[in-house]
């Protein structure tokens, strides 16, 4: 099994005053995130996708964009990153599938 270069987590915190417009802009995220193409698992806190380490950053830039485009006027955003540019990196099944 080939391994990824780069497996991201991504969680966004858009700054807004309306819990409803929160969850409206993190959708807006994880529905970009889904059409990138890459392996991508939505969970309860963060979003992981695993591939090209710069397709993995250039995805976590534009989650940022996205985010000041719908409307948040500031954010944070927690990234977590493994990184091998060998493709050493453990794939989200790797890791996962004992557990399911």
């Given at each position: 099994?080939?391994?990824?270069?780069?497996?991201?987590?991504?969680?966004?915190?858009?700054?807004?005053?309306?819990?409803d417009?929160?969850?409206?802009?993190?959708d807006?995220?994880?529905?970009?995130?889904?059409?990138?193409?890459?392996?991508?698992?939505?969970?309860?806190?963060?979003?992981v996708?695993?591939?090209?380490?710069d397709?993995?950053?250039?995805?976590?830039?534009?989650?940022?964009?996205?985010?000041?485009?719908?409307?948040?006027?500031?954010?944070?955003?927690?990234?977590?990153?493994?990184?091998?540019?060998?493709?050493?990196?453990?794939?989200?099944?790797?890791k996962?599938?004992?557990?399911?």
């Amino acid at each position: 099994m080939e391994r990824p270069q780069a497996s991201v987590a991504i969680q966004v915190l858009p700054q807004s005053t309306a819990g409803d417009e929160v969850l409206r802009i993190v959708d807006k995220v994880i529905s970009y995130i889904k059409s990138t193409g890459l392996k991508t698992i939505v969970g309860p806190f963060e979003t992981v996708i695993e591939g090209d380490f710069d397709k993995c950053m250039d995805i976590a830039k534009e989650c940022q964009l996205i985010c000041i485009r719908e409307g948040a006027a500031s954010l944070l955003t927690y990234l977590k990153i493994a990184y091998n540019p060998n493709g050493g990196t453990w794939s989200i099944d790797e890791k996962t599938a004992k557990h399911i």
